[in-house]
């Protein structure tokens, strides 16, 4: 049993590092903190107690209240973990994912540090000749990368965050390919019914892409004007609160998976579930996805022609 002493002092607790320990990506804005994910959701103290405030939902709370709402803590559990102890109940779905938010945060703090050591540097090269990535976007969105040590081979590590700013998986990319040929592997624990997404907001464009760092070079070049989601491979299922979500909020969804035949399977499916979609490949000639297509055109400007592409389509189907 908590007494209220605890309770108390669990909401004047320190609110940006419990956040922080868990692998929310937070900005310093002054005195305060706001997610990188999700701007308009504010951390900040008022009377000594750290509150939460969600602009674009008018909602504001404490400490607890968010850990509860927005990372399916029980009270106890919020409470206990402001305070700095244990979980009790190690079975449970938000210690376990509580676990793997510690574990993979400093995997990536570690991995970030590797890119920008001299040992890193040919594949942060990579990423900015071959992926199109500006540092700060290397740095913004907490890319890394891991040597090979022992029997684990050197790999990217990508962190894939929701919305509401909270770490739910981590994706490697290897340097080279297994056996099989596989090329992407995902951290154990990581929560792959979530797909990746930036900057997605209600009456904003959606551009969907099978891979994270297509997805992040989308990002960077289309700036806030464009959301964007991942799928991380043409598998991925969206369920029903996603399409609903896309459906009724998005008033246009760039389906631009890779232009092979896979890719094109599966935009076919994507357009039978949201109705407000537009196949919009990369031209064949260019590549099969962005990060190959970047270097021959301009991401921003393939992006506004689809959008008019599709606002043409429409105005003709209404006719």
């Not at 968010?66 to 190690?90: D, I, P, S, T």
């Not at 991995?111 to 740095?139: Q, W």
């Not at 996603?242 to 076919?268: A, M, Q």
Request: proline fraction near 4%; charged fraction near 30%; glycine fraction near 6%.
């Amino acid at each position: 049993m908590l007494s209220k002493d605890e309770i108390r002092s669990a909401k004047y607790a320190d609110l940006p590092s419990a956040l922080k320990n868990l692998g929310f990506n937070l900005v310093v804005e002054g005195k305060s903190f706001y997610l990188h994910e999700h701007n308009s959701l504010k951390f900040f103290k008022k009377n000594d107690i750290w509150l939460y405030k969600w602009w674009s939902k008018d909602e504001v709370g404490d400490g607890i209240q968010y850990l509860m709402k927005y990372c399916e803590m029980k009270f106890g559990e919020a409470v206990k973990l402001l305070l700095g102890k244990q979980f009790q109940n190690v079975e449970s779905k938000s210690t376990l994912s509580t676990c793997f938010n510690i574990k993979s945060r400093k995997l990536i703090k570690i991995a970030v540090s590797k890119l920008f050591e001299p040992n890193g540097e040919e594949r942060y090269m990579y990423l900015c000749n071959e992926r199109g990535f500006r540092n700060n976007t290397i740095k913004r969105y907490k890319l890394g990368w891991l040597p090979k040590w022992h029997q684990m081979p050197s790999k990217l590590v990508v962190p894939c965050y929701k919305s509401n700013g909270y770490l739910v998986s981590v994706k490697f990319r290897m340097d080279h390919p297994d056996m099989e040929g596989k090329r992407y592997r995902t951290m154990k624990g990581s929560d792959t019914s979530i797909p990746f997404t930036s900057g997605i907001r209600p009456q904003k464009p959606v551009v969907i892409v099978e891979s994270e760092l297509d997805a992040i070079l989308i990002a960077q070049e289309s700036g806030k004007e464009i959301g964007v989601l991942a799928l991380g491979g043409v598998g991925y299922r969206l369920n029903n609160r996603i399409i609903c979500y896309l459906n009724e909020k998005i008033p246009v969804n760039l389906i631009s998976l890779d232009n092979d035949n896979p890719g094109r399977t599966r935009c076919e499916s994507l357009k039978k579930v949201l109705k407000n979609a537009y196949a919009w490949p990369v031209p064949k000639e260019y590549g099969k996805d962005p990060g190959e297509a970047w270097k021959q055109m301009s991401i921003k400007k393939w992006i506004i022609e689809g959008l008019n592409f599709y606002k043409r389509s429409e105005k003709c189907q209404s006719k």
